[in-house]
């Protein structure tokens, strides 16, 4: 404890004045020894008249007592209270019954919820509308519902940074509360999004709603409020859907999201929507097998009349399949185990077109194909001609000696010359395909006699650091693809080259066996003139479809590899296909006057050469307005962007997505611009919205009348260094006190008879 001193005069005069009415104190009392007062009387008055000038005095020097004390106190809960025109709405539909604000004050306190909030928590009161104002530190009685507008967003910052400086100003020392209460109507015209603003807060917000006819007669709704998907699409490659729909009043609800293509079922997805989830995006996954343009309806299947939910309108749209196929010529001198496995993903996927010839016997070989390739060859190829058909050549366990000279040639010239491309499967005949100069000029490997003699395994595999990057192994950033190359099955057997070459890539090597200059390489590539051409050390890859991890659209290790490999190995290295470009917005429906947050990203299984995104919003009135993308440091492929929404409406986002000056994929959203509501009138309760930023921050939806919703404190009570001043002056303590006690003194002489 501290005592200061602030004197209205200064010190001497108060020591003279203080003397001086010690001197007339002391006549008084002789006076009153003159008139016979009895003794005990005049000491009475002594004392009384000594406390008078003590008083008197310290009135004069104006004293300021400091002391400081622990409090227990729980952590702080912001509570803000909407005091806007819109909760001054009558309940009942009728108009009759008490105002939203009144009612959910009156519910907050006869329910007990107010009683166990300020038991649990230190309770920091604000009023808001257009803006936030503090209140007392008791609970509010007097407010009125008189607020022009609301700005939910504006108001949280503001409530926020005043906390903030209140907390600075106590010297509190722990962390600062995150967690705000919010009774409102859900009515917001601020231009700030209040998701966002509370996001950028790192605030947690519940959310009590008033009740009101206008929430119970919205009744349940869902809609597809967008889809997104390329417009141009590689035929066979995966095409995604993002598909946004909205609901209100059917949480939990069984629904199964459906995928047609010219009135064929391609895709379902069963999902159901989580209390406080008013918005969900869901990805449907389709690989079209038909070029052409194709028309796609995605719709909802709510179950039928006895669901009791309602009908969704279809969403209605068209993209153009690109009906490219890849060429691809399979040559082995050897049956082995992988080809049937090899074969499949070629049968499957009908982005390639495979022609294949084992040999049966002497001079004599089994052709396969499929009966829509370009070509059909009359025999296995003996020149450069009869293999120019083909975009990719795969070498399985090849005998060079088998095969015409010209063919040897012709296969360098095609990978050198017309950039086409080559892939080689070793095996134990690997050392005679190195001793072919024409071929072992092209292999990313050293190939000596001792890579025909196999590593026996198990082999355990793992990819390099530069495999992740490559296009052959890339794979997204999130979900079951993501892992599908952290644990690889072990290979039984590799055949082991002695080292890669300068230029080469090592992408798959031994994580324990090797020689002299490394790890054993199983899976190199590199550039070879216009061509490229890749090694695979081992023959029983297939491994990695019996036994690897298989990801969300059923994709093993093995079919992912081959898939990557052919495609990223193709004429003109088309990419449309496995690339997805998304534009997200941080809700699908606003209001007149609000911004809208932009997300785009790209979603690809494969790097993206110079990368360049442009999009720009088509407007109400028909006016292009071009939109600045700037990069998230945090997320690479990712971009933000945001414009105003001045007027009612549908605005559309175009996104469009180049790699070396070429368009590889594009996408369009749609967003919903609704005429803001006045603060009068009929104004519905917005139930979804408070829903929505519960959710989205963490927090719960609260009915007083329901314990099991009530908010807990995440911390126990802490002990909390307390400054206390008490300035005895300017609560007129000393002044009142002065008062009384000649007050007093009077009365005692006048009851006595000595006035």
Same mark, same amino acid.
């Given at each position: 404890?501290?005592?200061?001193?602030?004197?209205?005069?200064?010190?001497?005069? @108060?020591?003279?004045?203080?003397?001086?009415?010690?001197?007339?104190?002391?006549?008084?009392?002789?006076?009153?020894?003159?008139?016979?007062?009895?003794?005990?009387?005049?000491?009475?008055?002594?004392?009384?008249?000594?406390?008078?000038?003590?008083?008197?005095?310290?009135?004069?020097?104006?004293?300021?007592?400091? !002391?400081?004390?622990?409090?227990?106190?729980?952590?702080?809960?912001?509570?803000?209270?909407?005091?806007?025109?819109?909760?001054?709405?009558?309940?009942?539909?009728?108009?009759?019954?008490?105002?939203?604000?009144?009612?959910?004050?009156?519910?907050?306190?006869?329910?007990?919820?107010?009683? &166990?909030?300020?038991?649990?928590?230190?309770?920091?009161?604000?009023?808001?509308?257009?803006?936030?104002?503090?209140?007392?530190?008791?609970?509010?009685?007097?407010?009125?519902?008189?607020?022009?507008t609301t700005r939910l967003g504006d108001s949280l910052a503001t409530a926020w940074s005043y906390y903030r400086q209140t907390r600075a100003r106590e010297s509190v020392s722990d962390a600062a509360s995150g967690r705000v209460l919010l009774i409102t109507d859900g009515v917001d015209h601020g231009a700030q999004d209040a998701v966002a603003e509370a996001q950028r807060l790192g605030v947690t917000i519940d959310t009590v709603v008033p009740k009101g006819p206008a929430a119970e007669r919205e009744g349940k709704r869902l809609s597809i409020a967008g889809v997104q998907s390329a417009r141009r699409v590689l035929m066979g490659s995966e095409s995604r859907f993002l598909v946004t729909l909205r609901q209100h009043g059917i949480e939990r609800a069984p629904l199964k999201l459906l995928l047609t293509e010219d009135g064929e079922k391609v895709a379902t997805m069963e999902f159901t929507f989580n209390p406080g989830?008013?918005?969900?995006?869901?990805?449907?996954?389709?690989?079209?097998?038909?070029?052409?343009?194709?028309? !796609?309806? @995605?719709?909802?299947?709510t179950g039928g009349p006895a669901a009791q939910l309602p009908e969704v309108k279809p969403y209605e749209m068209s993209a153009q399949v690109i009906g490219h196929r890849s060429e691809v010529l399979v040559l082995q001198d050897t049956w082995r185990w992988d080809f049937k496995f090899l074969r499949r993903v070629f049968e499957d996927d009908p982005s390639f077109s495979f022609?294949?010839?084992?040999?049966?016997?002497?001079?004599?070989?089994?052709?396969?194909?499929?009966?829509?390739?370009?070509?059909?060859?009359?025999?296995?190829?003996?020149?450069?001609?009869?293999?120019?058909?083909?975009?990719?050549?795969?070498?399985?366990?090849?005998? *060079?000696?088998?095969?015409?000279?010209?063919?040897?040639?012709? @296969?360098?010239?095609?990978?050198?010359?017309?950039?086409?491309?080559?892939?080689?499967?070793?095996?134990?005949?690997?050392?005679?395909?190195?001793?072919v100069p024409e071929l072992a000029q092209l292999l990313p490997v050293e190939i000596t006699e001792e890579s025909s003699k196999p590593?026996?395994?198990?082999?355990?595999?793992?990819?390099?650091?530069?495999?992740?990057? &490559?296009?052959?192994?890339?794979?997204?950033?999130?979900?079951?693809?993501?892992?599908?190359?952290?644990?690889?099955?072990?290979?039984?057997?590799?055949?082991? *080259?002695?080292?890669?070459?300068?230029?080469?890539?090592?992408?798959?090597?031994?994580?324990?066996?090797?020689?002299? !200059?490394?790890?054993?390489?199983?899976?190199?590539?590199?550039?070879?003139?216009?061509?490229?051409?890749? !090694?695979?050390?081992?023959?029983?890859?297939?491994?990695?479809?019996?036994?690897?991890?298989?990801?969300?659209s059923g994709n093993t290790p093995y079919v992912a590899f081959w898939q990557q490999t052919l495609r990223a190995l193709g004429p003109g290295r088309l990419h449309e296909g496995s690339v997805s470009l998304w534009v997200q917005p941080d809700r699908t429906q606003y209001g007149t006057g609000q911004t809208v947050n932009l997300v785009t990203s790209i979603e690809a299984d494969h790097p993206v050469i110079a990368p360049k995104v442009e999009a720009a919003v088509a407007l109400p009135d028909g006016k292009t307005l071009p939109l600045i993308l700037f990069p998230d440091p945090a997320r690479p492929g990712t971009y933000t962007s945001q414009f105003d929404t001045a007027a009612p409406g549908s605005y559309r986002v175009t996104a469009t997505l180049s790699s070396d000056g070429r368009p590889i994929s594009d996408t369009v959203s749609a967003i919903d611009v609704l005429e803001s509501a006045s603060e009068t009138g009929s104004v519905a309760i917005d139930q979804a919205a408070l829903t929505r930023l519960a959710a989205a921050t963490g927090g719960r939806v609260i009915d007083p009348d329901k314990h099991d919703t009530w908010p807990t404190a995440d911390a126990a009570k802490i002990s909390v260094p307390q400054t206390r001043r008490v300035n005895l002056w300017d609560g007129f303590w000393l002044p009142v006190l002065l008062c009384a006690v000649l007050g007093f003194d009077w009365l005692l002489r006048l009851l006595r008879g000595y006035v």
């Amino acid at each position: 404890m501290s005592l200061t001193w602030v004197p209205i005069l200064p010190v001497w005069l @108060i020591a003279v004045i203080a003397a001086a009415l010690a001197v007339l104190l002391i006549h008084g009392s002789l006076v009153l020894f003159r008139k016979k007062v009895p003794g005990r009387w005049i000491a009475y008055l002594f004392v009384l008249r000594v406390v008078a000038v003590v008083v008197l005095v310290l009135c004069l020097l104006q004293p300021t007592v400091l !002391y400081r004390h622990d409090e227990e106190r729980g952590p702080d809960l912001i509570v803000m209270v909407d005091t806007s025109k819109s909760m001054a709405t009558p309940v009942n539909a009728d108009g009759s019954g008490p105002t939203r604000l009144r009612d959910a004050m009156d519910r907050l306190r006869s329910s007990g919820l107010e009683k &166990s909030l300020s038991d649990k928590f230190t309770l920091r009161w604000f009023a808001f509308d257009g803006d936030a104002r503090p209140l007392d530190a008791a609970a509010p009685s007097g407010i009125a519902a008189a607020g022009e507008t609301t700005r939910l967003g504006d108001s949280l910052a503001t409530a926020w940074s005043y906390y903030r400086q209140t907390r600075a100003r106590e010297s509190v020392s722990d962390a600062a509360s995150g967690r705000v209460l919010l009774i409102t109507d859900g009515v917001d015209h601020g231009a700030q999004d209040a998701v966002a603003e509370a996001q950028r807060l790192g605030v947690t917000i519940d959310t009590v709603v008033p009740k009101g006819p206008a929430a119970e007669r919205e009744g349940k709704r869902l809609s597809i409020a967008g889809v997104q998907s390329a417009r141009r699409v590689l035929m066979g490659s995966e095409s995604r859907f993002l598909v946004t729909l909205r609901q209100h009043g059917i949480e939990r609800a069984p629904l199964k999201l459906l995928l047609t293509e010219d009135g064929e079922k391609v895709a379902t997805m069963e999902f159901t929507f989580n209390p406080g989830q008013d918005e969900r995006q869901i990805v449907l996954n389709h690989r079209p097998r038909m070029p052409g343009l194709k028309k !796609y309806v @995605i719709s909802v299947d709510t179950g039928g009349p006895a669901a009791q939910l309602p009908e969704v309108k279809p969403y209605e749209m068209s993209a153009q399949v690109i009906g490219h196929r890849s060429e691809v010529l399979v040559l082995q001198d050897t049956w082995r185990w992988d080809f049937k496995f090899l074969r499949r993903v070629f049968e499957d996927d009908p982005s390639f077109s495979f022609t294949s010839f084992l040999p049966r016997g002497e001079g004599t070989f089994m052709h396969f194909g499929e009966p829509d390739r370009k070509v059909n060859p009359a025999g296995p190829p003996r020149t450069k001609a009869e293999i120019d058909w083909y975009d990719t050549i795969v070498l399985g366990d090849f005998r *060079p000696g088998a095969w015409s000279p010209a063919l040897l040639s012709g @296969i360098a010239k095609m990978v050198a010359e017309d950039g086409k491309s080559l892939v080689v499967v070793a095996g134990p005949n690997i050392a005679r395909l190195a001793q072919v100069p024409e071929l072992a000029q092209l292999l990313p490997v050293e190939i000596t006699e001792e890579s025909s003699k196999p590593t026996r395994g198990p082999v355990d595999v793992r990819l390099t650091a530069e495999a992740r990057q &490559s296009p052959l192994f890339f794979s997204p950033t999130t979900g079951a693809a993501a892992q599908r190359w952290n644990a690889l099955p072990a290979m039984d057997q590799v055949y082991a *080259p002695l080292r890669k070459r300068p230029a080469a890539t090592i992408l798959v090597e031994a994580s324990k066996e090797g020689n002299t !200059y490394g790890n054993l390489i199983v899976i190199a590539e590199h550039t070879v003139g216009r061509g490229r051409v890749v !090694y695979v050390g081992t023959d029983t890859l297939w491994k990695w479809q019996t036994m690897g991890s298989v990801d969300e659209s059923g994709n093993t290790p093995y079919v992912a590899f081959w898939q990557q490999t052919l495609r990223a190995l193709g004429p003109g290295r088309l990419h449309e296909g496995s690339v997805s470009l998304w534009v997200q917005p941080d809700r699908t429906q606003y209001g007149t006057g609000q911004t809208v947050n932009l997300v785009t990203s790209i979603e690809a299984d494969h790097p993206v050469i110079a990368p360049k995104v442009e999009a720009a919003v088509a407007l109400p009135d028909g006016k292009t307005l071009p939109l600045i993308l700037f990069p998230d440091p945090a997320r690479p492929g990712t971009y933000t962007s945001q414009f105003d929404t001045a007027a009612p409406g549908s605005y559309r986002v175009t996104a469009t997505l180049s790699s070396d000056g070429r368009p590889i994929s594009d996408t369009v959203s749609a967003i919903d611009v609704l005429e803001s509501a006045s603060e009068t009138g009929s104004v519905a309760i917005d139930q979804a919205a408070l829903t929505r930023l519960a959710a989205a921050t963490g927090g719960r939806v609260i009915d007083p009348d329901k314990h099991d919703t009530w908010p807990t404190a995440d911390a126990a009570k802490i002990s909390v260094p307390q400054t206390r001043r008490v300035n005895l002056w300017d609560g007129f303590w000393l002044p009142v006190l002065l008062c009384a006690v000649l007050g007093f003194d009077w009365l005692l002489r006048l009851l006595r008879g000595y006035v």
